[in-house]
Every structure is written in C-alpha cells, then in structure tokens.
T-cell receptor, first 112, second 115 residues
Framework: DAKTTQPNSMESNEEEPVHLPCNHS???????IHWYRQLPSQGPEYVIH???SNVNNRMASLAIAEDRKSSTLILHRATLRDAAVYYC?????????????FGTGTRLKVLA | NAGVMQNPRHLVRRRGQEARLRCSPM?????VYWYRQLPEEGLKFMVY????????ESGMPKERFSAEFPKEGPSILRIQQVVRGDSAAYFC?????????????FGSGTRLTVV
C-alpha cells in the first residue's frame, strides 16, 4: 500500500481556516485519497475523498495537487468540535481493496 | 437510522478470562471490519467479515482471537484468556459493499481493560 506522510500535530485558532497537508509521493493512478477524522473517545468518521479534482462537501474541501503527490484537507472555519486526529489514507478502488491502512495522522488542536 | 452499535462501551476483564465484543452494523450493511487501537497509537486492521464468512483475517493474532458474523445477529469478536497486552479500544465498522463510493461507518468502540 502506498504510504502517506502527515505532520504529527497542528494548531489553529477558532473560526480560522485550517489546511492539513498530506504527502503521498508513491501514489498510483488508481489510488483515491480518503480522509477520516477521530474525535476523542470516538471511532473514526468519514470526511471526504477524491481522485484528481478538488472536492467539496459540507464538512470540508479537498485540494489535490496536479501531480497527485500531495493533497490538503481544508476546514474553512475551525470550531472547537473539529479538534481531532485527521487521517489521510490512500485506497485503490480497482483492485477490490477494502482495508483502510491508518497511519498516525495529524492531531489538530483548536484554540479558543 | 441507528449507526454502528458496539457493546459494551467499556469492558473490564481479569487476566485469563474471556472477552466478547459485539457489533451490530448499520441497517443494510453486510460487510463488517474490526480494528484495534492501542493507547496513543493508530488503528490496526484485524479482520473483515461478510455474513457467515471470514474474508480476511490477516490482522488477527494467531491465537486466542476469533471473529464471527452469523446470518442472524451481531458480529462477535472473541478474545480468550485475555492478557494485559489486549487492553485497547476495539472498533467495528460496516459498509454496504467494497466499491469505491463505500466508505466505512465506525462504531464508538469497546474499551477493553485487562486487570
């Protein structure tokens, strides 16, 4: 499985945008980029995923570099409830791969 | 529409006892995945099941651990003769399939403490 690299931790002020980076230099053409987050004492929850084009949903935006070797999860206005560990995961959608391989993620701290 | 239900939320067992963790997937979901999270670590895949079948148990320890997903009822993760190193959070997830648009829905986990 292709690996991802994320910073261990980041801080943001409340109501400001947050850009969470993810490097995936060995990404293959059929790998989708998925983001999950895990709030304290909770299971992970799906945030967003994409292949090549930037994606938006009610939770966040995903900006994917043109060469696909990196991506950025954007929270437009961070709230205290966004404090969580954010995981960037690659998943091959053609090989029948069903496992998510979680790394250590980025721990986001939101300051009031 | 209830999400993935796991019970119990917290489970305390003495060394040598058995632990049974239950997972009821979301309605309409027939694929179940179990993950383990040790303190301050990431989630590790354990096993993937469909109704009455184990599809992939490559992440399961070879001894003492077993999983099932019967035709009726919840999926069960069973740990026999628990040891202190089994203390962890165990998460179950479900999905309706394995296609590209099927993300996982996770439960809130069972926190097992072995004393």
């Amino acid at each position: 499985d292709a690996k991802t690299t994320q910073p261990n931790s980041m801080e943001s002020n409340e109501e400001e945008p947050v850009h969470l980076p993810c490097n995936h230099s060995t990404i293959s053409g059929t790998d989708y980029i998925h983001w999950y987050r895990q709030l304290p004492s909770q299971g992970p929850e799906y945030v967003i995923h994409g292949l090549t084009s930037n994606v938006n949903n009610r939770m966040a935006s995903l900006a994917i570099a043109e060469d696909r070797k990196s991506s950025t999860l954007i929270l437009h206005r961070a709230t205290l409830r966004d404090a969580a560990v954010y995981y960037c995961i690659l998943r091959d959608h053609t090989s029948g791969t069903y496992k998510y391989i979680f790394g250590t993620g980025t721990r986001l701290k939101v300051l009031a | 529409n209830a999400g993935v239900m796991q019970n119990p939320r917290h489970l305390v067992r003495r060394r040598g006892q058995e632990a049974r963790l239950r997972c009821s997937p979301m309605k309409g979901h027939s694929h179940v995945y179990w993950y383990r999270q040790l303190p301050e670590e990431g989630l590790k895949f354990m096993v993937y099941l469909q109704k009455e079948n184990i599809i992939d148990e490559s992440g399961m320890p070879k001894e003492r651990f077993s999983a099932e997903f019967p035709k009726e009822g919840p999926s069960i993760l069973r740990i026999q003769q628990v040891v202190r190193g089994d203390s962890a959070a165990y998460f179950c997830a479900s999905s309706p399939g394995t296609g590209w648009d099927y993300g996982y829905t996770f439960g809130s986990g069972t926190r097992l403490t072995v004393v």
